[in-house]
């Protein structure tokens, strides 16, 4: 059975700063893609950011270049998203997805759609 387990998420001001953990089990962690997800109240899914299964390799929705990094730790089945000069439009529930297909362009990675698996979630509020 596979699982993927966010947490990190909270309340913090805008400008400050959250570290999100993503935790997998039941799957072989580095042979997938991980990415980040996040869904405000009204609207649709919006992708956020991928890695590659190395590690090696990442790609961000513009509206967060700059200010957060994705990074893994295979040894750990962990993938995480660290969040700075956080904004009140960052506000959402944050998900991480695994993506098991091959030799596609991470840019080409952004539909939730194409997705293996999904964790729950982890709500972060910026406030203003």
């Known amino acids: 059975q596979v699982q993927l387990v966010e947490s990190g998420g909270g309340l913090v001001q805008a400008g400050g700063s959250l570290r999100l953990s993503c935790v997998a089990s039941g799957l072989t962690f580095s042979s997938y893609a991980m990415g980040w997800f996040r869904q405000a109240p009204g609207k649709e899914r919006e992708f956020v950011a991928i890695i590659t299964w190395s590690g090696g390799s990442t790609y961000y929705t513009d509206s967060v270049k700059g200010r957060f990094t994705i990074s893994r730790d295979n040894a750990k089945n962990t993938v995480y998203l660290q969040m700075n000069s956080l904004k009140p439009e960052d506000t959402a529930v944050y998900s991480c997805?695994?993506?098991?297909?091959?030799?596609?362009?991470?840019?080409?990675?952004?539909?939730?759609?194409?997705?293996?698996?999904w964790g729950q979630g982890t709500q972060v509020t910026v406030s203003s």
């Open positions: 997805a695994a993506d098991h297909r091959l030799s596609v362009p991470l840019k080409s990675r952004t539909a939730p759609a194409e997705y293996n698996y």
